[in-house]
C-alpha cells in the first residue's frame, strides 16, 4: 500500500478517489460481501444525501476523503461500526477510517464558535477553523487516555466495567485530567479503581482510539501494595488472572489486547494499526 501523506487541501496530480463515508452513528460505509472494502467512489458521489467533504491527503495517486454518508446504504452497500472491523479491516484504512470518523465529528461539533457563537470559517492553509468575529481559532482535538497492564508476578490485573457486555474484562484504563502527567493519571486511575498502587511504570506503544478522537497510551507496572477493592460504579469486579485461567478478553487489534497477549506470553497477533506517513 502507498504511504499516506496528510494534506488540507488537495495537491498534485489525483486520479481516484478513496472516500470514507459514515453515518451519523459513526459507522462506515462499505461494499457488502464477506471482505470489507471501501465501496467504489461513483457508488457514493452518486448516492443522494452526500454531505460535507473533508480533504485527509493523498496515498499514491488517490485522495483521501472524509464524508459524511446517507443515512441509507445504497444499493450493493451496508454501514458496520469500526469497532467490528479491527480485526478484519486493512490496517492501513482503518487507520485512515479512524481519522475520517474524528474530522467529521470535529467538523460538526466546531461549526460555531464556542465563545461568541458565530458561524466559524476553515482556517486557509491548516486544519483549523476560525471564527471571523473574533478569531478563536480550533483545532482538532486529541483527548490523551492511558491503559495499564498491571502484573504481580506471573499474574495479570483485569478488571470488568459495568458497562461491559456479558463477562468481558480488560485493563484498567482512564482519560488524562488537566494539569497531570502521564505517570500520575496511572497512579490515580489504577488506585481509585481498583484500590492498589503500582510503581515500575514502563511506556509500551500507542494507538490511534476513534472512539472518540483518543490517543490511547499503553504502559505496563508492577503491584506496589494494597488489595484489590473495587469502586462499584465504573469497575464492578477485578482480579489477578495467569494465562490458563482467562475471562472473556478484548478482540485482537485493540491495544489492551496486545498489552494483554505481550506481558502473558500469548500467542502474538498484529500490533495495533500503526502509521508512518509523516506530521499533520
Known amino acids: 500500500m502507498d504511504r499516506f501523506v496528510p494534506q488540507v487541501h488537495a495537491a498534485g496530480d489525483v486520479h481516484t478517489s478513496l472516500i470514507f463515508a459514515f453515518n451519523e452513528a459513526g459507522d462506515l460505509l462499505l461494499a457488502a460481501g464477506d471482505v470489507p472494502r471501501l465501496p467504489p467512489a461513483e457508488v457514493i458521489e452518486g448516492a443522494a444525501g452526500i454531505g460535507v467533504r473533508i480533504h485527509m491527503g493523498r496515498m499514491g495517486p488517490a485522495a483521501c476523503v472524509a464524508a459524511a454518508g446517507p443515512e441509507t446504504a445504497p444499493e450493493g452497500c451496508c454501514y458496520r461500526g469500526l469497532r467490528e472491523l479491527l480485526t478484519t479491516l486493512d490496517e492501513g484504512v482503518l487507520g485512515l477510517a479512524g481519522r475520517a470518523r474524528q474530522l467529521l465529528a470535529w467538523d460538526r461539533d466546531h461549526r460555531f464558535c464556542g465563545r461568541c457563537g458565530v458561524r466559524t470559517e476553515d482556517k486557509e492553509g491548516e486544519r483549523a477553523k476560525v471564527c471571523p468575529a473574533c478569531g478563536h481559532t480550533v483545532f482538532?482535538?486529541?483527548?490523551?487516555?492511558?491503559?495499564?497492564?498491571?502484573?504481580?508476578?506471573?499474574?495479570?490485573?483485569?478488571?470488568?466495567?459495568?458497562r461491559f457486555r456479558?463477562?468481558?474484562?480488560?485493563?484498567?484504563?482512564?482519560?488524562?485530567?488537566?494539569?497531570?502527567?502521564?505517570?500520575?493519571?496511572?497512579?490515580?486511575?489504577?488506585?481509585?479503581?481498583?484500590?492498589?498502587?503500582?510503581?515500575?511504570?514502563?511506556?509500551?506503544?500507542?494507538?490511534?482510539?476513534?472512539?472518540?478522537?483518543?490517543?490511547?497510551?499503553?504502559?505496563?507496572?508492577?503491584?506496589?501494595?494494597?488489595?484489590?477493592?473495587?469502586?462499584?460504579m465504573e469497575i464492578v469486579e477485578a482480579g489477578w488472572y495467569g494465562r490458563d485461567g482467562l475471562p472473556p478478553i478484548p478482540a485482537h487489534g485493540s491495544l489492551s489486547r496486545f498489552l494483554?497477549?505481550?506481558?502473558?506470553?500469548?500467542?502474538?497477533?498484529?500490533?495495533?494499526?500503526?502509521?508512518?506517513?509523516?506530521?499533520?
Open 166 to 232: 456479558g463477562n468481558m474484562h480488560s485493563l484498567v484504563a482512564g482519560f488524562v485530567e488537566a494539569g497531570e502527567t502521564l505517570e500520575e493519571t496511572l497512579h490515580r486511575e489504577v488506585e481509585e479503581e481498583v484500590g492498589i498502587r503500582i510503581d515500575g511504570i514502563r511506556y509500551i506503544r500507542s494507538q490511534a482510539w476513534p472512539f472518540p478522537s483518543t490517543l490511547m497510551l499503553g504502559f505496563t507496572a508492577q503491584h506496589a501494595g494494597g488489595e484489590i477493592r473495587v469502586d462499584g
Open 260 to 280: 494483554i497477549d505481550t506481558v502473558l506470553g500469548l500467542a502474538p497477533e498484529p500490533a495495533p494499526a500503526q502509521r508512518t506517513e509523516g506530521t499533520r
Open 140 to 162: 482538532p482535538r486529541i483527548n490523551p487516555a492511558v491503559i495499564v497492564a498491571v502484573l504481580r508476578g506471573d499474574r495479570l490485573l483485569l478488571a470488568r466495567n459495568g
